[in-house]
């Protein structure tokens, strides 16, 4: 509730940011910014988009653009591109809770993907990483391995 | 956009409120209807009510400026409904008129307020708490309420689950058996409509094995209730061996049900093949997309539409503005597909189905189209409105609710 409050209240200044920032950003830096300049690993973008398809694609759309007010777009998603880490456990543990993206609320639950191996999850994330608009950093099989570990 | 938005805003916290009634998706309805819009830019316009004098009342799915219910009316009986209030402070989707009050439930609970012979409502910040307590975990949320004409209420309890699997829509993960989701949800309960702070105790576990209902409907011209259940979603992606794609996408049927007290309709250990024209056994509980098994004896659907629609309202037309094909018939508002992707998502429409003696009497049709915008919905945001709430008029005519936008529709008939 509280949350929600404090949500109402920012959201005009949000709303300014989000209308101001691309001029601001386009204006400093231009165009395509590319992640550290490192190339992804090999045939990990292909793989990623089979593993995006059976898996995640009627959820979040061939689009990445989600279900309104369901299933969160992946599009432009700070949770995609932001620490990897936190990334990595959406997937291994699921996710249930009130989530905001991009301004948006979504209330679904999101079983988690432990069924996948830790080379089809790197793979999947990757892809998902730089594609939507999203540009960031390759995930390793080994960020995943790391992570699964701390499950047990 | 920035200009537009305060605009908006400022005028929102107001009490009048001029629609700009700017919006020009077509819609499409069979010849000597027409569609006007009559309110716009609502919010999360779920489910609507009229009352006898012409004023409307929508349940919003989140609080815009803080307030959960609107009530709209046109003063200047212009068909823009200008004058618009707001109250309640929670979410939701189900909303009736009924014997001097308003009824509407937060996904939890259902609560009332009494309304003066103007149908304003009295006591705005003190509604009475009829039902508290109802199982609300983030999916299939939603409590749709419709009410017979001998004192009763019910309400819709979505399971909150695709098919009651351990692990909720994970590959591999067996169906549960029994399915303990049944005995608080995947149902519909039955209470005194007068009757305060009841919880499941003091109702009556109506019907089982409906999945998830949003649109129900008492049926007066023959006293039964009527529901539209949302079928199982992920057949291709859980079982990939059984199902592809297109058979994923269009299996199973939404289905209408009859309802009477003590119904078993099937979910989660059966769905309904619109093809094969029978309930068959979930893949999950040994099912191989033929077998019928227990399925032989749970209750068929008196329509089956194609998968994966969502119906979200059902409206049973009392009126006489319509030509008469149309009375005693169903009006079903489909808010629109996700689970059929990869392949173009469907519904977005308002269907119609004649009924006589209730019963239905012809093929379901398309009685109005065109609320998604675009010609082909290819991800479910490219829709710029879907259908979510249906109400008869006093004035006879059927008003649509949006909930992507908050556009309200009439529909008339004019010769």
């Not at chain 2, 692990?167 to 005995?183: F, H, M, N, V, W």
Request: proline share 5%; charged share 20%; with cysteine.
């Amino acid at each position: 509730m509280l949350r929600l409050f404090t949500a109402r209240i920012i959201w005009p200044l949000l709303l300014i940011l989000v209308v101001l920032l691309p001029m601001g950003i386009n204006a400093v830096a231009g165009k395509k910014v590319s992640v550290n300049g490192q190339p992804l690993p090999k045939g990990s973008m292909e793989r990623g988009k089979k593993v995006f398809e059976a898996t995640c694609l009627t959820c979040h759309q061939a689009d990445g653009s989600g279900v309104p007010r369901l299933n969160p777009p992946l599009i432009k998603s700070d949770y995609v591109t932001g620490d990897p880490v936190y990334l990595i456990n959406i997937l291994l543990k699921g996710l249930n809770d009130e989530i905001e993206v991009n301004g948006e609320y979504y209330g679904n639950p999101m079983p988690a993907q432990v069924q996948l191996s830790d080379q089809e999850i790197a793979d999947v994330l990757t892809y998902v990483r730089n594609n939507f608009e999203n540009k960031a950093k390759a995930i390793t099989p080994a960020q995943v391995t790391a992570e699964r570990k701390k499950l047990k | 956009m920035l200009v537009r938005f305060l605009l908006a805003s400022s005028l929102w916290f107001g009490i009048v409120y001029t629609t700009r009634a700017s919006d020009t998706t077509k819609i499409q309805t069979p010849a000597g209807f027409s569609t006007s819009i009559i309110a716009d830019d609502l919010g999360n316009a779920r489910h609507i009510a009229a009352a006898p004098n012409g004023v409307l009342f929508i349940k919003l799915e989140r609080l815009k400026n803080g307030k959960g219910i609107l009530r709209l009316e046109d003063n200047n009986k212009d068909g823009i409904y200008e004058t618009i209030t707001g109250f309640g402070n929670f979410g939701g989707t189900g909303i009736a008129v009924k014997n001097g009050y308003l009824y509407a439930s937060s996904n939890s609970e259902v609560y009332r307020y009494r309304l003066n012979d103007k149908f304003e409502v009295l006591d705005a910040d003190k509604p009475e708490l009829i039902v508290t307590g109802l199982v609300n975990k983030n999916q299939h949320e939603s409590k749709s309420i419709t009410l017979d004409n001998a004192g009763n209420l019910y309400i819709n309890v979505g399971a909150p689950s695709n098919a009651c699997q351990v692990a909720d829509r994970t590959k591999g993960s067996p169906g549960q058996d029994p399915c303990p989701i049944l005995e608080t949800a995947g149902g519909i309960w039955r209470f005194r409509a007068n009757k305060l702070n009841q919880s499941y105790s003091e109702g009556t576990h109506y019907a089982t094995g409906l999945r998830n209902v949003v649109g129900l409907d008492w049926n007066s011209a023959i006293n039964e209730l009527f529901v539209m259940q949302h079928g199982r979603d992920q057949l291709a992606q859980l079982y990939p061996d059984l199902y592809n794609d297109k058979q994923s996408a269009e299996l199973p049927a939404e289905e209408m049900f009859m309802i009477k007290e003590g119904s078993n309709c099937g979910w989660p250990y059966c769905y309904y093949d619109g093809q094969q024209k029978k309930k068959v056994l979930a893949p999950e509980y040994g099912g191989d997309g033929k077998k019928e098994d227990r399925c032989a004896n749970m209750q068929k659907p008196v329509v089956a539409f194609p998968a994966h629609m969502a119906p979200n309202a059902l409206l049973f037309y009392t009126g006489d503005k319509f030509p008469a094909r149309y009375k005693n018939g169903a009006f079903i508002a489909f808010h629109g597909s996700w689970n059929r992707a990869p392949l173009k998502q469907e519904g977005y429409l308002v269907a119609f189905v004649p009924f006589s003696n209730g019963q239905p009497s012809g093929e379901w049709e398309i009685f109005a189209n065109g609320f998604a915008g675009v010609a082909e919905v290819k991800s479910p945001r490219d829709a710029k409105h879907r259908p979510c709430g249906l109400t008869q008029g006093a004035d006879g005519a059927i008003y649509v609710a949006d909930d992507v936008k908050g556009t309200i529709y009439r529909i008339t008939y004019n010769n």
